[in-house]
């Protein structure tokens, strides 16, 4: 049986094409649900706090650096949204005086346009983001070399190569109302994937890129990030790929309740769970990568019961 059309943006793939009974299983799951949907691989933790949800995010930035040896340099990838961690990274780096000199970071993507990733100088670029928030705070006898920072440009190759160069021990990611972590969006209906969806390998094929971005994710950055306004928003980006993020020790994806829905929150954790794979859910492909963490601020869960508002 052919697959339906999208409801939300009908030229593209996305998680309204699923099997709706997949949709009313993920609905019905409670707090405690998700908390029993853990297997081996795959690890769901809860926080009470945001302090302490942000805290424990800033946390493996310091875990993943204090492995780095000059025989073994070690970095993280991590994300723009959520960027609350990304001051305490700083903070925690200057208070144990931790030297970053053999540390590597990978930012996860970047916006493009106009035939080019956007200058630090746009209002919304992520490397603009994470330099302001971290790594201009930590302390200058400190820093990591500017070598070892490794940001996404249109020419990728530079990007790809340095993955070659250090062990990442973890990427770290939010989830985005389309489900996808960085701009792993779903794909649009043309050309193979005009009547049927990428298969599972071939979205694990594809490599970092330039994108084209679904229309819901073009409305959520505006929402979260340009106050709406969504002629700020980039129509394509440059993002990390599942290449990249197998090479990953471990993926750890954290929902604060800001970027995703409670829907959207339950439905990736029971397809990764359940190893319920489908490239309209970008995120269900974590289903077969060894170690992923999905990490809940349990006051952002919310509930997927009907509410007229």
Same mark, same amino acid.
């Given at each position: 049986?052919?697959?339906?059309?999208?409801?939300?943006?009908?030229?593209?793939?996305?998680?309204?094409?699923?099997?709706?009974?997949?949709?009313?299983?993920?609905?019905?799951?409670?707090?405690?649900?998700?908390?029993?949907?853990?297997?081996?691989?795959?690890?769901?933790?809860?926080?009470?706090?945001?302090?302490?949800?942000?805290?424990? #995010?800033?946390? #493996?930035?310091?875990?993943?650096?204090?492995?780095?040896?000059?025989?073994?340099?070690?970095?993280?990838?991590?994300?723009?949204?959520?960027?609350?961690?990304?001051?305490?990274?700083?903070?925690?780096?200057? #208070?144990?005086?931790?030297?970053?000199?053999?540390?590597?970071?990978? =930012?996860?993507?970047?916006?493009? @346009?106009?035939?080019?990733?956007?200058?630090?100088?746009?209002?919304?670029?992520? @490397?603009?983001?994470?330099? @302001?928030?971290?790594?201009?705070?930590?302390?200058?006898?400190?820093?990591?070399? #500017?070598?070892?920072?490794?940001?996404?440009?249109?020419?990728?190759?530079?990007?790809?190569?340095?993955?070659?160069? $250090?062990?990442?021990?973890?990427?770290?990611? =939010?989830?985005?109302?389309?489900?996808?972590?960085?701009?792993?969006?779903?794909?649009?209906?043309?050309?193979?994937?005009?009547?049927?969806?990428?298969?599972?390998?071939?979205?694990?094929?594809?490599?970092?890129?330039?994108?084209?971005?679904?229309?819901?994710?073009?409305?959520?950055?505006?929402?979260?990030?340009?106050?709406?306004?969504?002629?700020?928003?980039?129509?394509?980006?440059?993002?990390?790929?599942?290449?990249?993020?197998?090479?990953?020790?471990?993926?750890?994806?954290?929902? $604060?309740?800001?970027?995703?829905?409670?829907? =959207?929150?339950?439905?990736?954790?029971?397809?990764?769970?359940?190893?319920?794979?489908?490239?309209?859910?970008?995120?269900?492909?974590?289903?077969?990568?060894?170690?992923?963490?999905?990490?809940?601020?349990?006051?952002?869960?919310?509930?997927?019961?009907?509410?007229?508002?």
């Amino acid at each position: 049986m052919a697959r339906p059309l999208s409801r939300i943006a009908p030229d593209w793939w996305d998680y309204t094409t699923l099997d709706p009974a997949i949709i009313r299983d993920a609905a019905s799951l409670s707090p405690e649900d998700l908390l029993g949907l853990s297997r081996p691989g795959f690890q769901v933790v809860f926080y009470d706090t945001l302090e302490d949800f942000y805290l424990a #995010e800033a946390l #493996e930035y310091i875990a993943a650096w204090r492995q780095a040896k000059a025989d073994d340099p070690v970095g993280i990838c991590g994300p723009i949204g959520p960027t609350e961690q990304l001051p305490l990274v700083a903070r925690l780096v200057n #208070e144990l005086e931790l030297d970053l000199r053999h540390a590597h970071f990978w =930012g996860m993507d970047e916006w493009y @346009e106009h035939g080019r990733e956007v200058p630090v100088t746009h209002p919304l670029s992520f @490397e603009r983001a994470d330099r @302001e928030l971290c790594f201009d705070r930590i302390r200058p006898d400190l820093r990591m070399p #500017e070598a070892n920072l490794h940001f996404p440009k249109a020419d990728v190759a530079a990007y790809v190569a340095s993955w070659e160069t $250090a062990r990442c021990a973890v990427m770290q990611g =939010g989830q985005g109302d389309i489900k996808h972590w960085a701009f792993n969006d779903p794909l649009r209906r043309v050309g193979p994937y005009a009547e049927r969806p990428p298969t599972a390998a071939e979205y694990r094929a594809l490599s970092t890129r330039v994108v084209d971005l679904h229309p819901v994710t073009l409305a959520q950055n505006a929402r979260t990030s340009g106050g709406g306004n969504i002629t700020l928003v980039p129509m394509q980006a440059i993002t990390v790929g599942p290449v990249q993020t197998w090479r990953a020790e471990k993926v750890s994806i954290w929902h $604060a309740g800001t970027h995703d829905n409670p829907l =959207g929150q339950r439905l990736t954790a029971l397809m990764i769970s359940t190893r319920l794979v489908d490239a309209c859910v970008p995120m269900s492909l974590l289903a077969d990568h060894p170690q992923v963490q999905f990490n809940y601020y349990r006051g952002g869960l919310g509930t997927c019961a009907v509410e007229m508002h």
